[in-house]
């Protein structure tokens, strides 16, 4: 199959959007299918050197190049928005040219993963699949207090969103042209639908490379305290205040330890919350760690407490399944839809207080049920084994072949 690919965020070794754009680019090209994949000049010196080391041949990278004051632009925090839809724009003239001599069998949109975005390429008229996209969650006004000043930064979002859903034509068009659209939680899949999808599906975003894995189950010998673990980025949305008020409330008896691996834009504020809930002698922030002491940490950890108060499908809920880790989050957006429910406690969003006193009640239940923890861990591991990138791009195919009736090209490829 001709394969084209539009991958604004991509670039090997990363995580979050940028390493999505590379598997999927890298792994449908495993498939044996040729890939022409479109994505920005951010990564081209890693991307090229990994093409090479990899040498294969069906695997066709095309950077789209921005005029210099549009990349300035992007300097900015709205700035985003005018640079993607322009290169939008632009990647749209680069596949019209290619489509004339390749004449693609299919378009596959992988990133940006944001509905109200959309993408130009509908106006090839090829069969398209759109996805997978999240941009349909927002976070609840009931927890506001813990985004400090970054609720205007949450309003602002709502506004531009609902801006884009109604004046971008690339939104609506690509949702009524596309013959899939897969959605990473019900949110978006509420939305897309809203906005004119004719076929939208659930489809999780988030995958991890076999590698990943440690070789075995990790057997944890029950131990006091109770090993907790939390990580990610430090932004509003993440909601590490809520989680260190909700361990401040956790019964006095109960022994635990919170290790804290991460650094972003709200790392000022964590030593203020920490003191604020008299934490100090029970939280260790170790900051932004190589990836090999993240993964030792979910070795070593005996439990995953991590409550975003937004997001589309967080890697690390994955991550910390592929080691054996129960898991403490919200019932809300990608952490209700990526967990399973014997996977974990997810805990509805009710009131501030209430919702933080039900977080503190889960990290007690399983603190006092050791075999609980286990059986929740087990659960999420024989889970995470179905979420490879190799199991997915498989999914994936079955798609291909059905929306274009392609088959991949013959070749010889090491998997």
């Given at each position: 199959?001709?394969?084209?690919?539009?991958?604004?965020?991509?670039?090997?070794?990363?995580?979050?959007?940028?390493?999505?754009g590379w598997n999927w680019a890298l792994n449908t090209a495993k498939l044996g299918h040729e890939v022409?994949?479109?994505?920005?000049?951010?990564?081209?010196?890693?991307?090229?050197?990994?093409?090479?080391?990899?040498?294969?041949?069906?695997?066709?990278?095309?950077?789209?190049?921005?005029?210099?004051?549009?990349?300035?632009?992007?300097?900015?925090?709205?700035?985003?928005?005018?640079?993607?839809?322009?290169?939008?724009?632009?990647?749209?003239?680069?596949?019209?040219?290619?489509?004339?001599?390749?004449?693609f069998d299919l378009v596959h949109h992988v990133t940006i993963g944001s509905l109200q975005m959309g993408t130009a390429l509908w106006r090839?008229?090829?069969?398209?699949?759109?996805?997978?996209?999240?941009?349909?969650?927002?976070?609840?006004?009931?927890?506001?207090?813990?985004?400090?000043?970054?609720?205007r930064t949450e309003v602002m979002r709502k506004v531009i969103s609902e801006l884009l859903l109604a004046l971008n034509p690339n939104a609506r068009k690509a949702m009524r042209h596309a013959s899939l659209v897969l959605t990473t939680n019900q949110d978006t899949y509420d939305m897309a639908q809203r906005i004119g999808a004719l076929n939208p599906k659930m489809f999780l975003d988030t995958s991890l490379p076999e590698d990943f894995y440690p070789e075995a189950y990790p057997e944890r010998i029950p131990d006091e305290?109770?090993?907790i673990l939390w990580v990610g980025r430090l932004f509003a949305r993440k909601g590490l205040p809520l989680v260190l008020e909700a361990l401040s409330k956790v019964r006095p008896d109960v022994k635990f330890e919170l290790t804290i691996l991460g650094d972003g834009q709200m790392?000022?504020?964590?030593?203020?919350?920490?003191?604020?809930?008299?934490?100090?002698?029970?939280?260790?922030?170790?900051?932004?760690?190589?990836w090999d002491e993240v993964k030792r940490a979910y070795t070593q950890s005996d439990l995953f407490l991590f409550c975003s108060l937004r997001d589309s499908s967080a890697a690390q809920f994955l991550e910390a399944m592929a080691y054996?880790?129960?898991?403490?989050?919200?019932?809300?957006?990608?952490?209700?839809?990526?967990?399973?429910?014997?996977?974990?406690?997810?805990?509805?969003?009710?009131?501030?207080?209430?919702?933080?006193?039900?977080?503190?009640?889960?990290?007690?239940?399983?603190?006092?049920?050791?075999?609980?923890?286990?059986?929740?861990?087990?659960?999420?591991?024989?889970?995470?084994?179905?979420?490879?990138?190799?199991?997915?791009?498989?999914?994936?195919?079955?798609?291909?072949?059905?929306?274009?009736?392609?088959?991949?090209?013959?070749?010889?490829i090491e998997h």
């Open positions: 199959m001709k394969l084209l690919l539009s991958a604004y965020a991509c670039e090997p070794h990363r995580g979050t959007e940028l390493g999505n022409w994949c479109l994505t920005t000049v951010e990564g081209r010196e890693s991307i090229e050197k990994e093409v090479e080391r990899l040498a294969l041949p069906n695997l066709h990278m095309v950077f789209v190049e921005l005029p210099a004051w549009i990349d300035k632009a992007f300097e900015y925090h709205l700035g985003f928005y005018p640079h993607y839809m322009y290169w939008q724009h632009r990647a749209y003239q680069v596949a019209k040219e290619l489509d004339r001599t390749v004449d090839l008229n090829k069969p398209l699949i759109f996805g997978p996209t999240g941009g349909g969650q927002e976070a609840p006004k009931a927890l506001k207090k813990y985004f400090y000043s970054g609720w305290p109770l090993k790392r000022d504020y964590v030593p203020r919350w920490i003191k604020e809930y008299n934490l100090h002698d029970k939280v260790k922030w170790k900051g932004q760690v190589p054996g880790l129960p898991i403490v989050t919200l019932d809300l957006h990608g952490g209700k839809n990526l967990v399973p429910d014997d996977a974990g406690i997810k805990v509805p969003v009710t009131t501030a207080a209430q919702t933080v006193k039900d977080v503190a009640a889960a990290v007690e239940k399983l603190h006092d049920q050791p075999l609980l923890r286990r059986q929740m861990g087990m659960a999420g591991y024989q889970f995470s084994k179905s979420q490879t990138w190799t199991v997915k791009t498989q999914h994936i195919n079955e798609f291909y072949s059905k929306y274009t009736q392609a088959q991949p090209a013959e070749l010889t």
